[in-house]
T-cell receptor
Framework: GAGVSQSPSNKVTEKGKDVELRCDPI?????LYWYRQSLGQGLEFLIY????????KSGLPSDRFSAERTGGSVSTLTIQRTQQEDSAVYLC????????????FGPGTRLTVL | SQKIEQNSEALNIQEGKTATLTCNYT??????LQWYRQDPGRGPVFLLL?????KEKRKERLKVTFDTTLKQSLFHITASQPADSATYLC????????????FGQGTTLQVKP
């Protein structure tokens, strides 16, 4: 079956522009996560959605970052007024439920801010 | 503060040997621990999950141990193959049941033929 998909695969933008990154989770998965991975680093948690509960936004680095999940499925991560330090690979994952379940990752979106 | 440490130096071993990777954590009482494999340019892929009341878990050539006293997990690959070359990440789940995983920075394994 289809796995987690993300688009675009690569995004190059100029400093100060807004960007939107999209994630399509596996159908039926109630939990969705966004992570950021800088070059040679581990994954940094950004935000987590579980069903209809309020999202856990504790990992968002600044108020320039926001995310929404429409209809319990597709999610969009928005970065406003991008900065060079936002350059990284943004990974989305979904799982059947939260906690104790394996997370299925998408291929990521590589964001480069010039 | 909570901290997860994996050996940042790459591990180079000969084909057929056993690879052992370490994950240490502090100021943390994880209910679960997971190991993922990540290949260059790809997202991580789940390998194994071990719970705090389990000492050891096996899957084919993989074995994970979880010592909550030492605050350490060991990840073993027996009879290693060049195809096992990748970065391996450990991830901890807190007992708060939020589903939020905290990842280590990963250890790169290189298996030479």
């Amino acid at each position: 079956g289809a796995g987690v998909s993300q688009s675009p695969s690569n995004k190059v933008t100029e400093k100060g522009k807004d960007v939107e990154l999209r994630c399509d989770p596996i159908s039926g998965h109630t939990a969705l996560y966004w992570y950021r991975q800088s070059l040679g680093q581990g994954l940094e948690f950004l935000i987590y959605f579980q069903g209809n509960s309020a999202p856990d936004k504790s990992g968002l680095p600044s108020d320039r970052f926001s995310a929404e999940r429409t209809g319990g499925s597709v999610s969009t991560l928005t970065i406003q007024r991008t900065q060079q330090e936002d350059s990284a690979v943004y990974l989305c994952a979904s799982s059947l439920e939260a906690a104790a379940h394996e997370q299925f990752f998408g291929p990521g979106t590589r964001l480069t801010v010039l | 503060s909570q901290k997860i440490e994996q050996n940042s130096e790459a591990l180079n071993i000969q084909e057929g040997k056993t690879a052992t990777l370490t994950c240490n954590y502090t100021n943390y009482s994880p209910a679960y621990l997971q190991w993922y494999r990540q290949d260059p340019g790809r997202g991580p892929v789940f390998l194994l999950l071990i719970r705090e009341n389990e000492k050891e878990k096996r899957k084919e050539r993989l074995k994970v141990t979880f010592d909550t006293t030492l605050k350490q997990s060991l990840f073993h690959i027996t009879a290693s193959q060049p195809a096992d070359s990748a970065t391996y990440l450990c991830a901890l789940l807190g007992s708060s049941n939020t589903g939020k995983l905290i990842f280590g920075q990963g250890t790169t394994l290189q298996v030479k033929p």
